[in-house]
């Protein structure tokens, strides 16, 4: 990389707020973090230890708790530090290593929501015939597919950001290195890595998006046909926590990736980047259990 580039570190531009705040934003995202951690690795341990729990939908749980631990942690620890600490320094080997798993971490997130909300068509549209379709080999096929292509969707990303010279100012517009931020210090012409960004990560957001849209479309379709209110909620229940973190991570991940970078929208990724690395982790083991009656009786039964 040394013949590609004469930039060895970079220096982070944080949130962007006053001095003054920035011991209030500390604590507040320090306990954000922790937040996340604790919730995240609770759902882990239930669903391992809990053995009623052993089924397609809470293995895709489990899976999704590890991914907003791991997603959480590629970037929320250095921005804390950067908050309290004067030099904001990243080095160039560091800044690819967050481009790579904060990319590869979020594409499998998104495939694993597909593939969660075809468990839950399933489900609903075939309950009778649910452990038949949903074997465990095909449910940890599945996982590990998730895992595979979203890890190659940030590879293919991190090689092709490597490979830019990088030789003019090193002050990144952003708390973590970003693709967009650091195409804007590259030295050279930039339009086929933010065509690449636009056509691969567009077509990984919308592609798995409409495949989540399609099995809830099916799952409306059976729903209807539920003639007691009660059956018809219990339905819901199962699907209404997933659908509110899709749209959340959906939609800040399209305007994020889906716009043109300018001045403006950087600052814009900016308050977007934190929705989906810091508050949606902390936010869907919440949603996950506080509307779940299986994992509140077992967090219940852990605790005793």
């Given amino acids: 990389l040394s013949n590609f580039t004469s930039t060895t570190y970079f220096v982070l ?4 707020v006053d001095e003054d705040l920035q011991e209030i934003f500390f604590l507040v995202f320090l306990l954000l973090y922790m937040l996340t951690l604790s919730a995240n690795l609770s759902i882990m341990i239930i669903t391992i230890s809990d053995t009623s729990l052993h089924t397609p939908m809470y293995l895709f749980l489990g899976n999704l708790a590890f991914l907003d631990i791991c997603y959480s942690s590629v970037v929320i620890p250095k921005m804390i530090a950067d908050l309290i600490s004067q030099k904001k320094m990243i080095s160039f080997y560091g800044c690819m290593l967050q481009i790579y798993f904060f990319h590869s971490l979020g594409g499998t997130e998104v495939i694993l929501f597909s593939v969660m909300s075809y468990d839950r068509y399933v ?4 309950p009778l015939r649910y452990s038949t379709i949903m074997k465990n080999n095909v449910c940890i096929g599945l996982a590990v597919c998730s895992w595979v292509l979203g890890f190659s969707h940030g590879l293919l990303h991190c090689i092709m950001t490597a490979k830019l010279p990088f030789c003019g100012p ?4 952003h708390f973590f290195c970003d693709i967009k931020p650091m195409l804007n210090l590259a030295c050279t012409d930039v339009s086929f890595n933010l065509r690449l960004l636009f056509i691969v990560t567009g077509t990984l957001a919308i592609s798995t998006l409409s495949l989540t849209i ?4 099916f799952i409306s379709k059976f ?3 539920i003639k007691t209110s009660q059956g018809r909620r219990r339905a819901l229940s199962t699907c209404s926590s997933h659908f509110t973190v899709v749209t959340l991570q959906y939609g800040t991940a399209i305007f994020t990736y889906m716009r043109p970078s300018t001045k403006d929208s950087l600052n814009q990724d900016r308050a977007a980047a934190i929705m989906f690395s810091a508050i949606t982790p902390a936010l869907n083991p919440i949603l996950y259990t506080l509307r779940n009656k299986d994992m509140k009786k077992a967090l219940k039964k852990l605790i005793k």
């Avoid at 531009?13 to 962007?16: P, S, Y």
């Avoid at 489900?123 to 075939?126: D, K, L, N, Q, V």
């Avoid at 090193?170 to 517009?173: A, S, Y």
């Avoid at 399609?214 to 479309?217: G, T």
Wanted: proline share 0%; no cysteine; charged share 15%.
């Fill in 223 to 225: 729903l209807i046909k």
């Fill in 13 to 16: 531009d944080g949130l962007g």
């Fill in 123 to 126: 489900a609903i549209a075939h």
């Fill in 214 to 217: 399609l099995s809830y479309i």
């Fill in 170 to 173: 090193n002050i990144v517009k």
